[in-house]
Each structure stands twice: as C-alpha cells, then as structure tokens.
C-alpha cells in the first residue's frame, strides 16, 4: 500500500457511512499516545447537565461523533450547548423548550435514552423513542421504564414513544433492578436527585463512569452517594446548580490500546489511562504473558519479547463491573487467537456479541461458535488481511487490531461505527507507527 496519504478528515456527509480503514499488517506499534475522556461517562455528564438551568462546563470529552449527536439532540430541545475550544462543551440547561426525544436521536444512538430521568424529573413530562436495539442484542429499556414508576412515574408506550409523566414532582423510593443496567442505574439516580424524598437503588452498576457522574452530581449540590459497592442512596433536593468537571479518561480505549501493543509485540505507553479500572483485562493479559506496568498516569505495555513464545491461552467471561467489561470482550478475543491452545470465551451480558467472531474467521482465525453466549478460540493463528465489515463500535477497533497483527493488507468496511466512540483512532496508530488509512470506500 502506497504510504498512507494525508488524512481526509472531513467527508461529505453522504460519504461518511461507506468509509473504509485500509490497514497494512505486520508492523510493531511503538510510542506513546494519550488517552481520551471516556464515551460512556460523557454522553451521561450531559444529561445530568439539563438538571439544572445553570451553565456547566465539561472538559477532556472525548471528539466523536456520538457526543456530537447528544449535543444536536440537546440543541434540538432547546439546551443551550457550547463547543467553544476542542475537547471542550458547555451545556446550559435554561428552560428546555421541547420535552422530545425523536426517534432519529434514539436511531442514531442507544444513549440519548439517558435523557429520560434528567427531562422527566426537572420538567414533570418528556416523549422519548424506545432506542431499540443495535447489532449487539435486543438492548430493550423495561428496566428504565420500572425505575421511573417505582419514582411515581406514570409512563405509557405508544407507537414507539414512551409518554412520560410525573404528576408534581417524582417522589423518592426503593428502586431494586433484577441484574446489574449501567444506564438504568444512571437513569434512575439522575431522576432521584430531584424527586421528593429518599431513593435507595439496587443493585447499582459499580462501573467507573457511574462514580464519574456520581461525582459531577455532588458538585451540582445533589445529595448523592454509593453507600456499599452495590447500593447508590438520593436524597432529593429542590433544585441543583452548574458546575464543571473533567470527564474521566477511557478504561475500554485503554484496554484497546494494551491488546494493540500485545498483538504487534510493540511497546507503547498510555498516557493518562485510569488507574484501578482495568484490573479484570490486566490480570488477563498478564497471565497470558504480557508484560504492564505504570508509573504515576502513564500505563506502559512491553511485548517486544513476546516474539519469543506465544501467549498463554486463557479462558474468560465478561461480567458487570468489576468484572472483565463486555466492550473488552473483542479486543480480547484477537488477543486470545495469538495465545497457544484452546481459549473459552463466555458472554454473559448481550446475546449477540460473539456474532462479530466472523469476521475475524475471515482473517484467519480458529473459532467455534456453539453458541450465543460462548466461544472457543485456537491458537496461535498467523491472521491474514482479508476484506471484513464492522457491525458495532467495539467489534471495529478490535478488527483493526487483528488488521495491525495480520499478514498483508485488510480492508475495513463501516469505519464510521468506529469514530462514533474513538477519538481520531486511525490518527493515534499512525503516531504509534501503523499504516492506516481513512478513505471513502471505491476511492
Ligand atoms: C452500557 O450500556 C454501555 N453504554 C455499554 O457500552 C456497555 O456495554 C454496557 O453498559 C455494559 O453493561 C453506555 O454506557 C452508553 P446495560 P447499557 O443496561 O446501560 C439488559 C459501548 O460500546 N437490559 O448495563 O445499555 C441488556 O439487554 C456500549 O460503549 C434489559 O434487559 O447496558 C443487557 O443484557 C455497548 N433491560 C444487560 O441488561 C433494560 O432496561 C446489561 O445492559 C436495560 C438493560
């Protein structure tokens, strides 16, 4: 492949959904880069910030397209938003003008259902579309719909919407989930901070961007705090204020990173990685022979002497947190193709997350798939260049890592799903030195 031209930072819109990575394999990643503000932690920070009518200022958020989306969709209901510097937004909640979350919103994107708790609590009454589901499993929102009832809401489904209301103010309860929800958790604890009363949600997901907006919530004044690892207590207050808050950096951007550095036997540094957030992955990666150390920010992954023996196979299975993460599933599973023997992959959270093993079948790899919820990986396999599509944001970072590994060149369709949720990706492995390029597929 010719040296990798100029980026072509801006497409027509027309030409963004048949974006294509072009990725020459082979080469050792080798450098440092800095890692972004966390997506999952981002697109929450803002709806919390439509509680308020007072400004608030988020830096380190993270330049993708999905926080892009939840500041259209914010701007569409009235909120005020600003971008006034890169990595930088302002939200000021004023007096939304629209309590509607249209359907392209939630089509676009799962997260903008977020904005149930923060619009229905502050205004009394909001129209949001079911997000329906993505290419990883029906994604249904019953148990955001539950925990606005055990608050007093009244919420009906009709033709797609959820007609959502709370007569007076939402009033605080027992809020108790059947399994761990990341955004129910989220949803429900933003809804409590204005209700009337005391809310005890459990069991409340223990992943850190729900401390991340825990603490953002405490800085706006609401009386909020996780009481034991698995129980989040609201004491509801009349009103909130602005406040600012740096977002926290990305655990699952990270762990890419560390499976990047393993699977091209490089040596990268992290900068700014979280510490403590990623211990599931790096005792994994560990066991299987990668070398990882850190000093104070900076996450260091050595696997230049990897060439000398393969990995360690390692059997897995993705849990809620602090388990191993479900978005770390397909990074791993490219790093378990490189490791000697028989790996067993369990996926217990969304049932259809293994569906991207296919792909990497295509690259080479030694996969079976009995079924939705399991995988047995052989290894080590010399993966290949091949032509591949990505069907969700986690499955397209983990095909350009099989990409970097493999012999030749591979083509990546659907590169759009990967910017949704990381920053300049394609420009953080050049710097690495990676030869990959961004192009509009046929160019
Ligand atoms: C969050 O999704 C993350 N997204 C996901 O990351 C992450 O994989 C997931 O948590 C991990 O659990 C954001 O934070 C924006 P859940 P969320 O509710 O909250 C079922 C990425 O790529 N469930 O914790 O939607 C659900 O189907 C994304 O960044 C219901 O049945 O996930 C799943 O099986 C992918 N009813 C399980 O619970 C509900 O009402 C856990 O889902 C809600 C969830």
Redesign the pocket.
């Known amino acids: 492949m010719a040296d990798a031209r100029p980026f072509h930072w801006e497409f027509e819109p027309e030409q963004v959904d048949r974006e294509v990575f072009q990725v020459e394999g082979g080469r050792r990643l080798e450098g440092s880069v800095r890692i972004s503000g966390a ?2 932690a981002a ?2 920070l803002m709806a919390a910030a439509v509680l308020t009518g007072e400004r608030c200022r988020f830096t380190n958020v993270p330049e993708i397209e999905d926080v892009r989306v939840l500041a259209q969709v914010l701007e569409d209901i009235g909120v005020t938003v600003d971008h006034p510097e890169p990595n930088v937004y302002e939200v000021a909640g004023g007096d939304a003008e629209w309590l509607f979350v249209p359907l392209e919103a939630a089509a676009k994107m ?2 903008s259902f977020i904005l149930l708790g923060p619009l229905l609590t502050r205004f009394g009454r909001v129209i949001i579309s079911n997000p329906g589901g993505d290419r ?10 539950d925990a606005m009832r055990a608050l007093g809401a009244e919420i009906e489904y009709r033709n797609g919407y959820y007609f959502a209301k709370a007569p007076g103010r939402l009033r605080g309860g027992l809020v108790t989930f059947p ?6 958790t989220e949803n429900a604890m933003l809804a409590a901070t204005l209700a009337l009363g005391h809310t005890v949600i459990e069991p409340a ?1 223990r ?1 850190p ?1 729900v401390d991340d907006l825990i603490a953002f919530l405490q800085q706006m004044g609401a009386i909020v705090e996780r009481t034991a690892p698995n129980r989040i207590e609201v004491e509801g207050t009349r009103r909130l204020h602005g406040a600012g808050h740096a977002v926290v950096p990305d655990r ?1 951007e990270t762990g890419t990173f560390v499976v990047a550095a393993a699977v091209t036997h490089g040596r990268i540094s992290l900068e700014g990685a979280p510490s403590g957030h990623l211990d599931a992955l790096l005792s994994i990666a560990s066991e299987m022979g990668v070398s990882v150390s850190r000093d104070e920010s900076t996450l260091h992954v050595d696997a230049t002497t990897a060439d000398l023996q393969p990995f360690r196979c390692c059997d897995i299975e993705t849990q ?1 947190y602090p388990g191993l ?3 770390l599933q397909p990074p791993t599973c490219v790093l378990l193709t490189q490791a000697a023997g028989l790996s067993h992959v369990t996926e217990t ?3 259809d997350r293994l569906e991207w093993l296919g792909e990497l079948r295509r690259m080479g790899a030694e996969i079976e798939i009995p079924d939705q919820h399991h995988a047995t990986i052989h290894g080590p396999t010399r993966l290949h260049g091949a032509n591949v599509e990505i069907g ?3 499955a397209g970072a983990s095909l350009i890592l099989a990409a970097l590994a493999a012999d030749g060149t591979t083509t990546i369709k659907g590169a759009h799903h990967v910017h949704r ?1 990381y920053e300049k990706i394609d420009q953080k492995f050049l710097e690495l030195g990676a030869r990959i390029e961004r192009t509009a597929e046929g160019t």
Do not use: C, S
């Not at 990883?136 to 719909?145: D, F, K, M, T």
């Not at 399994?179 to 129910?184: I, L, N, P, R």
């Open positions: 997506k999952n697109l929450k799962r997260a990883i499993g029906r994604r249904p929102v019953n148990l955001h719909v399994q761990v929800t990341v955004m129910g997901a992943e961007e699952i809620p993460a479900t978005d959270i969304f049932e969700d944001l986690r949720g």
